[in-house]
Structures are given as structure tokens and as C-alpha cells.
């Protein structure tokens, strides 16, 4: 519901909340059938609202937006305030400084090259020869016009995004923590149960069965937790994070198929649409 939320502050001007919440939670539903680190959902429903008549580059540019503010930027400032937190005593927990302090410098890094790469003007270029070059050139075209967008929405303010962004990720925190105390185990202090829980997701990113859960369970037990304790618990949050998720995706589902009946067209009349130099013009 909190993805949701983020969804349809990223395309207030284009969707109702209905249709945002039909589109975010077929999204989610099918981001449990292709785990890909949440991109399988966001490109079928770019497909989809390209399909009902939407901008593909404008659509392209918000969802990559989307998927930073809600999920990479949201993990990364986890890791950042996990680890320094507990390198200096913070946050309650205890590991080594290569387990706290250099993911944190490391996210920090990777925060200062997102900045970077999102104020570099695009600058007038040849196009490149070949078809895959020019693929490269349109996908990294759009990675930047999609870091740009998310630091112009991140610019606004926008109380419901930002809580948004931060619910769609602290609340799964929270579920998992919920499933440590279900099978009755403590599982980890704060600090690293932060940061267990955001490296650990990296699996996600490999859509095979079983690297998400192999790669929550690894890092778990790098940062201390008790093997069968969080071999039971993960079992216990996946199943969870698995069928509440595609449940709400198979009504959001539902919706989708009825905007399709419905002919759907987005709201407020004209589309605004950004151009690859950030201006804007109607559809």
C-alpha cells in the first residue's frame, strides 16, 4: 500500500488513485512472479501504460524514478544510517567495521555518483553507429533522465511520497522482524537487522528460485544470527512477502483489465511529457 502511495505521487497529474493503486499492485504481484529486484513489475507496467496511450520515454523516465526513490534509494540510506549508526554506537548492535563502516562509505559513494551522473547535461552527441550501440546510448539516456526526475520529485517535498518511499521498504523491514519474534527468536539488534535485511536483498536481483531467501539467510548469519532461527524466519516472512503481495496483485489485476474496458486515457487533459533536455510540452 505504501508503493502505492509513492506510485501515484509520481503520476498524480496522469492517474486517479484507483488506477495508480490497479497499476502499483498488479506491479507488486508480478515482481513475486519474476523476482528481478523489483524491475520485473515496473517494465510490465510500463508496457501496460504505454499501451493505454501514455508517453513511452515519459513513462520510461517516472518509473525508473519510481524504482529509485521507493526501493534503491530507500535501501541505500538504510545502509548508510545502519552502518555508521552502528560504527559509532548510534544504533544498538555490535559487528566489525567492514560490516558497518565500508557498506556505509561504499552506499555513500554510490549516492555522490547517482547526484553526478543525474546533474550531467546531456550534451549534443553523434549518434552511434550500430544497433547495440545505440541501444546503450538510449538505455543510459534514460538511466540519467530517470536519476534527473527522481531528484526533481525528491525536490518537491512531497510528504506522501516520502512516505511512500520509506513505508514500501521500513514496513517489510518490520515484517521481517515480526517473523523473527513469530518463531520466537530475538534475531538481531536494530543496526545490523538494517543492514542483514538490505544487503541481503541483493540476491533478489538474480531471478532464479531460492537467491533471494539463500541470500537473506547468508548475510543473516554473517551478521551473527543463529542459523535455524533465521532458516525458520525467512521461510516464515517470504511466505508472506509472497502471497499478500500477489493477492492484491491478482485485484490489481483486476483494475487493470478494467481500465482496458474502460478505454483508459489519463487524467488532467494533456500529458505533460519532458523531453531529453528537461523540457516540457503537451502530449
Known amino acids: ?49 504505454v499501451r493505454f496511450g501514455m508517453s513511452r520515454d515519459y513513462v520510461i523516465r517516472r518509473m525508473l524514478a519510481v524504482f529509485v526513490i521507493a526501493d534503491a534509494l530507500t535501501n541505500v540510506a538504510m545502509v548508510i544510517i545502519g552502518g555508521f549508526g552502528v560504527a559509532i554506537g548510534a544504533l544498538p548492535g555490535h559487528a566489525s567495521w567492514a560490516f558497518t563502516l565500508l557498506p556505509a562509505l561504499l552506499a555513500s559513494l554510490l549516492c555522490v555518483a547517482v547526484v553526478a551522473v543525474a546533474q550531467r547535461a546531456p550534451g549534443a552527441r553523434p549518434a552511434p553507429a550500430g544497433r547495440l550501440r545505440r541501444l546503450a546510448r538510449s538505455g543510459a539516456d534514460h538511466v540519467r533522465d530517470g536519476l534527473r526526475a527522481s531528484c526533481e520529485l525528491l525536490r518537491t517535498g512531497d510528504p506522501l511520497l516520502v512516505f511512500g518511499a520509506a513505508g514500501s521498504v521500513l514496513l517489510d523491514l518490520g515484517a521481517l522482524a515480526a517473523a523473527f519474534a513469530a518463531i520466537g527468536s530475538r534475531g538481531l539488534s536494530l543496526g545490523p ?74 487524467e488532467g487533459g494533456d500529458l505533460m511529457l519532458e523531453g531529453p533536455s528537461g523540457l516540457s510540452g503537451p502530449r
Open 1 to 49: 500500500i505504501a508503493f502505492a502511495v509513492a506510485f501515484h505521487r509520481t503520476f498524480a497529474s496522469e492517474l486517479s488513485w484507483w488506477n495508480s493503486a490497479s497499476l502499483a499492485t498488479a506491479a507488486q504481484g508480478v515482481n513475486v512472479l519474476v523476482p528481478a529486484g523489483g524491475t520485473g513489475g515496473l517494465a510490465a507496467t510500463v508496457v501496460v501504460m
Open 193 to 266: 537487522m538494517m543492514l542483514a535485511y538490505t544487503l541481503g536483498q541483493i540476491g533478489s536481483v538474480v531471478s532464479l528460485p531460492g537467491t533471494t531467501e539463500g541470500g537473506l539467510l547468508g548475510v543473516f548469519v554473517l551478521y551473527g544470527a543463529p542459523l535455524g532461527a533465521a532458516a525458520s524466519a525467512i521461510i516464515v516472512y517470504r511466505a508472506v512477502q509472497i502471497f499478500i503481495p500477489l493477492g492484491l496483485g491478482l485485484v490489481g489485476a483486476m483494475g487493470v483489465r478494467a481500465m482496458l474496458g474502460d478505454g483508459f486515457s489519463p
